[in-house]
């Protein structure tokens, strides 16, 4: 068998779509892609469905799940940039195309009332750390995860996002440190792609508040936020490591290195950061 198999349910070719590595068994078969189902699929889904209606159409069309019992989605074409980002990816206009895609998903999601029953995913082993309160009341729901491998760019540009399993009611200030800490990237940097090592933090920080549009309440809050956020991805990260084979790899190869260095970094430069973006 090679890399490109037989998909036994239709009988089209179906071809494995490796990303981070944190979920197995992902197929693209001809316009759609096959995902395992999990507890919190259907809620995806009706999430997802709410933002096409809603008109935010740059998100996979949930359609529900196969006869091999997988979750179902549109593949969505493009380009998706893997760690280390790529130097194509280091100018401001992808920060502000990205701003303005969340803002858009931001519009679509207001006011949607997830349904009673809902359920979200998370990281596994890692609900012991989430005593600490990080994300404040939510106001929406938020795609909460805006890492490389989950955003599709065409023509040099983010065009749409994939990947919701971290959806869930948030606040729209977390949603813009989770896009920083990925895209800035909020990172010592000797940490970062090499492109990006040089770059001035404060000021694509500032490029991407100016075009999400951020308040003046989000922009003081922004960096205490951000602080709390990566005190939480490390303790996530070692909790998760623990419990999963996968994470406990990414722990190992680098993550137990760069999660205290990024706590130093974000200390050393928050005010920086912090007096670049509020008045
Ligand atoms: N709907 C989609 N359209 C296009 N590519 C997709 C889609 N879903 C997944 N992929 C590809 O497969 C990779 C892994 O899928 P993803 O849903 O992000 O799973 P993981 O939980 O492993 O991050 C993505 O980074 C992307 O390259
Ligand atoms: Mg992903």
């Known amino acids: ?10 009988g089209r070719p179906a071809e494995p779509l490796v990303g981070d590595g944190v979920t197995p068994g992902i197929v ?4 759609t892609v096959r995902r395992p189902v999990r507890p919190f699929t259907a809620t995806v889904q009706a999430y997802l469905a709410h933002l096409h209606r809603a008109g935010f159409t740059a998100a996979p069309v949930p359609l529900g799940v196969d006869g091999q019992g997988r979750e179902v989605l549109t593949y969505v074409p493009g380009d998706v940039p893997r760690e280390p980002l790529p130097a194509a990816a280091a100018g401001e206009d992808v920060l502000v195309a990205l701003a303005q895609l969340i803002r858009r998903l931001h519009g679509a999601a207001d006011g949607w009332v997830p349904p009673a029953d809902a359920v979200w995913g998370g990281i596994p082993g890692t609900a012991a750390v989430d005593d600490v309160p990080v994300e404040g009341e939510p106001e929406l729901v938020g795609h909460r995860d805006y890492c490389p491998g989950n955003v599709v760019f065409r023509e040099g540009l983010p ?37 990006f090592a040089g770059l001035d ?43 999963d084979p996968v994470f406990r ?27 670049r973006i509020t008045p």
């Open 249 to 275: 790899r990414m722990w190992e190869e680098g993550v137990r290195d760069r999660m205290p260095r990024a706590e130093a970094w974000i200390a050393r430069e928050g005010p920086a950061i912090a007096g």
């Open 1 to 10: 068998m090679t890399d490109r198999f037989r998909d036994e349910h239709d």
């Open 159 to 195: 065009a749409s996002l994939i990947d919701f399993d971290l959806a869930r009611p948030t606040t729209r200030l977390y949603e813009i440190a989770n896009a920083l800490y990925w895209w800035v990237p909020l990172l010592d940097p000797r940490d970062r792609a090499p492109a």
């Open 28 to 31: 693209r078969v001809g316009d």
């Open 201 to 243: 933090a404060a000021r694509r920080v500032s490029a991407f508040v100016d075009a999400y549009g951020a308040t003046g309440r989000q922009r003081a809050e922004l960096v205490p936020l951000a602080t709390r956020m990566i005190h939480r991805f490390h303790r996530r990260a070692r909790a998760a490591a623990a419990s």
